[in-house]
């Protein structure tokens, strides 16, 4: 008895409870796994019942004690989102959290709910493409304003970007993504939630919103550093196998109840099927994320000695001393599996680089099981402009590799192989 209150008594870790959190097998036939619940609509089993999930739905009342939530339309709830949000949530240690049919819808919706016409979005640059293509055409459209600062600039000087918008009052959100991608530039979180402050009133908080996809949710917990919403591609490292698109936001219940109604409205939740994939997935998450660094590790210091790579950007290769450095240790809890690195002489022998290799597929996307490699300058990163790539030493040198749970000698032999052949 005592026993297993003690075992009841200590707060387990995430990766203990990925396997049973919220799901009660009593009510699916005792599967021990939760089922897909394929259904668009759920049964009432009275009028009375109806109602009152209504009323919980339109936030006419708050739940009364012990109440939960009614099932109601699959557009609305589901219990597989509702498992896997709840589950979702343990690793960032959030209040609540949505799951969305895609990281592009998730951050959509999210900055849609929160920004107005007039409003001021400030962001890390460089961004996602899609975020990019988002924030700087689609929010115009809204009359949102977008205006960007780099991974190496001071307070000072994103408070002067801020300012020199002339719309410094209207700063709504300071979105960024950390590490940047393809270089692994960390951004300053700490500065970030105090630039937020600094330009929040009595009547108006500034949001801050990060996209934690490369590290998150295992090696960095942006909520706990002041960070009001984490967004994820699920489509990554969550999902993890290349087989589903999906994306996440998890923050404060208050938050997250309106992005969760804006969900609603706009039908941008995952479907069932989506869900019931990432519930697998999250099994292994801590796994799956622990291995693909310990690889990329080796990987890294390997790559770092090649006479045929100019330069590696891997956290784990980080200057000690230098303020990347610093900002790593204050907000990373591992390199995390993303390896960049530069091939001497530029595209023609990087293409030959990427053409050779056998194991590791040459595609996009990122987090999963298999190693992958592409070309940022031509692929992913292909519409930024030319300026900003020189200035973020994205270069046509440049190979971006995912790092996969192979075993590391068979990537680093493939590497290899391709290296001498170029
Ligand atoms: C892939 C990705 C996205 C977009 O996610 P989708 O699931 O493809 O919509 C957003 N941010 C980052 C950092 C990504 O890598």
Redesign the pocket.
Known sequence: MSKTKKVLARKMSPESLMMSYGYKPELSEGAIKCPIFQTSTFVFKTAEEGKSFFEVAYGKRALRPLEETGLIYSRINNPDLEILENRLCLWDEAEDGAVFE??????STTVLELLKPGDLLLHSEP??G??DHFFKHILLKFGIHSVGFMPNQSKEEVINIINSTGKADKLAMIFI?SPA?PTNDLIDMKMCVEIAKKFSTNNKKVITAI?N??LGPVFSHPLKHGFDLV??????YIGGHSDV???ACVGSKELMKRIKSFRSIMGTMASPNTGWLLLRSLETLKMRMTLQAQNAEKIAVWLNKHPKVEKVYYLGLLKKGSKQYSIYKQQCLAPGAMISFDVKGGEKKAFKVLNQLQLIKLAV???STESLAEHPYSMTHAPVNDELKKKMNLTEKLIRLSVGVENYLDIIADIEQALAKA
């Not at 895609?102 to 951050?107: F, N, R």
């Open positions: 895609s990281g592009m819808a998730a951050i961004i996602y899609g975020s993504e991608n996209d996809t490369f967004l994820y591609s699920a489509t990554k698109i999906a994306g996307s990122l987090g």
